[in-house]
């Protein structure tokens, strides 16, 4: 009896010893496959920052060409159409024309979505459920995908009204308004020049740059929110500061889109 005591003893014992063992490998285990994950979520989220800080820097330029053809418009306006000007100069020719060339041109914001994506067909997003980077990033390209039709919508009616402008002037004025300096100064060339300017759908195209000016606001909020996830990102932060939750939760909760995806 005192044998098979001994005998159970130590098998007991050798049990319990592979069963530590096994727990402590699938402890290794887990421990290594986290910091993997980790590891790659990691490198996913600054694969996001970098694509948002590229984003960033052509919404500023974008941002940067509204509201200068606005305020151009709103030049024209006052010193051109409002009253007439009897004579212009080759500076005049060259300011209105080329502030029409560039408001008639389109001006797209493409984001680059290609890692935000990959992020949510991975196994990671989850990672970062309930937390406020999780909130901003959906918020952000939530955002993204408003100015996206908005432009597009905007385009199609510049695009539309540029079209019918063409047709109208196609043969009797067209290439003097756009390019006023390959033609020779004369009485005639002010004159044609001038009734072009004054003509109701030509002012009515230009003051689609109005409408370009009020949407530099969109850029702004865009930069807001791409800015300050790259810096959540490059501080390893998940949680907004106080002062941030201030400024950001009428954004935050603002957006439908973000309310389902979370």
Same mark, same amino acid.
């Given at each position: 009896d005192?044998q098979?005591?001994k005998?159970?003893?130590?098998?007991?014992?050798?049990i319990?010893?592979?069963?530590?063992?096994?727990?402590?490998?699938l402890?290794?285990? #887990?421990? #290594? &496959?986290?910091r993997? =994950?980790?590891?790659e979520?990691?490198?996913?989220?600054?694969?996001?920052?970098? @694509? /948002?800080q590229?984003?960033?820097?052509?919404?500023?330029?974008?941002?940067? +060409?509204? !509201?200068?053809? +606005? &305020?151009?418009?709103d030049?024209?306006?006052?010193?051109?159409?409002?009253?007439?000007?009897?004579?212009?100069t080759?500076?005049?020719?060259?300011?209105?024309s080329?502030s029409?060339?560039?408001?008639?041109?389109?001006?797209?914001?493409?984001? #680059?979505?290609?890692s935000? !994506?990959?992020?949510?067909?991975?196994?990671?997003?989850?990672?970062?459920?309930?937390?406020? /980077?999780?909130?901003?990033?959906?918020?952000?390209y939530?955002s @993204?995908?408003?100015?996206?039709?908005?432009?597009? &919508?905007y385009?199609?009616r510049?695009?539309?009204?540029?079209?019918?402008? %063409?047709?109208?002037?196609?043969?009797?004025?067209?290439?003097?308004?756009?390019?006023?300096w390959?033609h020779?100064?004369?009485?005639?060339?002010?004159? =044609?020049? =001038?009734?072009?300017?004054h %003509?109701?759908?030509?002012?009515?195209?230009?003051?689609k740059?109005?409408?370009e000016k009020?949407?530099?606001g969109?850029?702004?909020?865009?930069?807001?929110?791409g !800015?300050?996830?790259?810096?959540m990102?490059?501080?390893?932060q998940?949680e907004?500061?106080?002062?941030?939750?201030?400024?950001?939760? +009428?954004?935050?909760?603002?957006?439908? !889109?973000?309310?389902e995806?979370?």
């Amino acid at each position: 009896d005192n044998q098979f005591l001994k005998y159970g003893r130590y098998a007991i014992g050798e049990i319990v010893l592979v069963v530590v063992g096994i727990l402590i490998a699938l402890y290794i285990n #887990n421990w #290594n &496959e986290e910091r993997i =994950q980790s590891k790659e979520l990691d490198e996913l989220m600054k694969s996001i920052s970098s @694509a /948002i800080q590229s984003d960033v820097k052509y919404l500023d330029l974008i941002r940067t +060409g509204r !509201e200068n053809i +606005g &305020e151009r418009t709103d030049s024209i306006f006052n010193t051109y159409i409002d009253k007439k000007v009897n004579s212009l100069t080759f500076e005049d020719y060259a300011y209105v024309s080329n502030s029409f060339v560039d408001l008639t041109s389109m001006i797209y914001y493409q984001p #680059n979505t290609g890692s935000f !994506e990959a992020l949510k067909n991975s196994i990671y997003l989850s990672k970062l459920q309930g937390t406020d /980077i999780e909130l901003l990033l959906h918020t952000y390209y939530a955002s @993204a995908e408003r100015i996206v039709k908005i432009e597009e &919508e905007y385009n199609q009616r510049l695009k539309g009204d540029y079209q019918n402008w %063409t047709n109208e002037f196609r043969n009797r004025g067209m290439d003097l308004f756009e390019r006023p300096w390959a033609h020779k100064e004369t009485k005639e060339k002010q004159d =044609q020049f =001038q009734e072009v300017l004054h %003509t109701e759908s030509t002012t009515t195209l230009i003051s689609k740059g109005f409408e370009e000016k009020d949407m530099t606001g969109l850029y702004d909020l865009q930069i807001t929110l791409g !800015e300050k996830f790259v810096e959540m990102v490059e501080n390893k932060q998940k949680e907004f500061d106080e002062q941030t939750r201030i400024d950001l939760s +009428g954004v935050l909760n603002s957006y439908d !889109e973000v309310n389902e995806l979370n």
